[in-house]
């Protein structure tokens, strides 16, 4: 199958200070991806959907300038925490899709990355 | 997205079918069935979906009622790996010629023993 993969697994960072996580789909061309951010004991939450070449589109109660999407690729989008404060601190995970016609699978999930805030 | 309900958590004891149910009474006629899973601290894992017949693959079997108000996921030998939050997700596939968001629920908390 799909193959999603991001970088960094785990990070540790001090306050005030940005972050960057990469999601990459490895063997496909991903035109949609999807950031969503999970904390201890919760379900995962939808933040933001990014469409390759155009702006992200952020679910309500998301800071756009706090957490910055960019998805100029087919394979790679990134997402930016700016200003990182330890209620940042979360797991945060990527999907993304091929805009394939209605298929079994259409989103494929990154393993995810562990952002510590200090 | 129609709302679905699950119980929060499951037992079941290694080597015999976990039958996980989930509710979602309001669901639509374009609405599919999906499930994921996700083991702890990893992404989540599709597993199965469907529209209104049964389905299986080399995961897990899907039954969903004729009403479509209901659905079972099983899986038929219940392994240690098997023990994850399974989560339950009604949605329409694509959305303007792209993937739609999946919505998360709780989702149910499956302890497969020994």
């Known amino acids: 199958g799909a193959v999603v993969s991001q970088h960094p697994s785990w990070v540790i960072c001090k306050s005030g200070t940005s972050v960057k996580i990469e999601c990459r789909s490895l063997d496909f061309q991903a035109t949609t991806m999807f950031w969503y951010r999970q904390f201890p004991k919760q379900s995962l939450m939808l933040m933001a959907t990014?469409?390759?070449?155009?702006?992200?589109?952020?679910e309500q109660g998301v800071e756009k300038d706090k957490f910055l999407i960019n998805h100029a690729s087919l394979t790679l989008s990134t997402l930016t925490v700016t200003s990182a404060h330890p209620e940042d601190s979360s797991f945060y995970i990527c999907s993304a899709s091929g805009g394939l016609a209605v298929s079994y699978n259409e989103q494929f999930f990154g393993p995810g990355t562990r952002l510590t805030v200090l | 997205d129609a709302k679905t309900t699950q119980p929060p958590s499951m037992d079941c004891a290694e080597g015999r079918a976990a039958n996980l149910p989930c509710n979602h009474s309001?669901?639509?006629?374009?609405?599919?069935v999906y499930w994921y899973r996700q083991i702890h601290s990893q992404g989540p894992q599709y597993i199965i979906h469907?529209?209104?017949n049964n389905e299986t693959n080399e995961m897990a079997s899907l039954i969903i009622t004729e009403d479509r108000k209901s659905s079972t996921l099983i899986l038929p030998h219940a392994t240690l790996r098997d023990t994850a939050v399974y989560y339950c997700?009604?949605?329409?596939?694509?959305?303007?010629?792209?993937?739609?968001?999946?919505?998360f629920g709780t989702g149910t908390r499956l302890q497969v023993t020994l």
């Open positions: 469907g529209l209104k």
């Open positions: 997700i009604v949605r329409v596939p694509i959305v303007s010629g792209t993937a739609s968001k999946l919505t």
């Open positions: 309001t669901i639509s006629g374009n609405e599919y």
């Open positions: 990014s469409n390759e070449g155009s702006k992200a589109t952020y």
